[in-house]
């Protein structure tokens, strides 16, 4: 008889498949199972002599080859192929087996499966896996919610399988039902905003100065010794310098401008309106992403609203160091303001979240992995709450330095009609956050003008109405 598997992959697209292999290279015996059974074979025939695998057909026979109780990773499409799967698997397992959903679910999908499996006595866990291909191979950072006891069970398989930096897993209980999908889902969110600082970034160099692809790649190749090291700036220099030899051009040339999504910016962006977070870096990312997507009316408007092509000017040392500022700066209120969105959620859905736990499991395996984060785990090890991660030491140091770069760097922008939505924005939600009397005065009143909302005064408590079409006289409202 076969030896049983501890655990169970089923969906081996990019990311089942490398977190199957992750998990065999650990010593874990895992069973395979993938719809279309090709996947499977390809899996065991390529990588099969890498670890202990059983590949089944049927998924009966799969989940008859795992060891008790059963623990299975669900690696398919987001929405209803997770509800899918779920269905097809509930007859088959016996009370606290363990289902895994490993993909990007939405959290509010994972708290209703969460409900429906434990009145099944199954256990549930939504797990945030980022790192994308390679991630899911070489370790990725792992976000696990669901019940606590559950996590615990699965705690040996996930911190062995996830990245480690300085020897601490990059994977950690991040909280009940959605919490670890909620987690994941603000991830990405930061990511569209590191994407979106860093696309406008190329575009000055490229627009403002004329550089080249190969020219930017060396400016971001010098900022990778700087504060704003990561993944992200890493990858931007080898996406720069590839070279389309056919076409003797960089390839970046030659790639349509036409940002796709999959949802976890959008759904970031929206629950911050739900909870009322200013989340304006990660907004405008998501925007940027709708407009680029309006490529044939941008080619419309080209022609109908043209604009003068700037004189190109070779940017000084101080000209690059400018921007680099301006981008850091921009970063740290995108971070600061995702954090504020999670300590919001955190108090809105019961979550206790550990912001300092989810910085330091975002060091390393994911795609914003990046020095910056340190700053973060070192800001929350001091203990006590952070209402928003600029006012904290270090932060507030580096947008004070960045301020007049930032500065000079939009009006650079708007100068020479670059848009750079989370450029401005961000420096805008500084200029918002650090004054204690801004222009809402204003807006109340007039709110109270045609709806008779009421407003409260700075000399008195209360709240009033004036009748504004009226006499004019201000009425105390009880
Ligand atoms: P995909 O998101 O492309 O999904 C493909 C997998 O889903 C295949 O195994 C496919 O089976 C299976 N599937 C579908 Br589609 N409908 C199914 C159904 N009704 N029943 C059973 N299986 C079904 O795969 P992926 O890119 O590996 O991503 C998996 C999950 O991980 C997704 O939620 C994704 O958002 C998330 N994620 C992806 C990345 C990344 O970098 N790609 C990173 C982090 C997280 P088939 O082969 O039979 O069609």
Redesign the pocket.
Known sequence: MTELSDLGV???????ANLARNAARKGFGVALY???GE?TDKLVEEFGHEGRFTATKELKDFVAALSKPRVIII????G??VD??IDDLVPLLEADDIIID????LFTDTNRRFDALKDKKLRFIGMG?????EG?LEGPSMMPGGEHDAYRRIEPMVTKMAAQVDGTPCAAYIGVGGAGHYVKMVHNGIEYADMQLITEAYDLFKTVYGLGAPDIADIFEQWKSSDLDSYLIDITTTVLRKQDEAAGKPLVDLIVDEAEQ?GTGRWTARNALDLGVPLTGITEAVYARALSGQRKLRAEAEKILPHEAPAQMKPSQADIDAIREALYASKIIAYAQGFEQMTAASKEYGWDLKLGEVATIWRGGCIIRARFLDRIVEAYAKGGEIPNLVLQDYFRDAVLKAEVSWRKVVVLAVQHGVAIPAFSSSLSYYDGLRRSRGPANLLQGLRDFFGAHTYRRLDKDGSFHTRWGQDGKEEAIK
């Open positions: 089923l969906g081996l697209a990019v990311m089942g993938n719809r279309h996947r690696m398919v499409k987001a209803k192929p899918d799967v490993g993909g990007n679910s896996v980022s790192g994308g291909e899911a999959k």
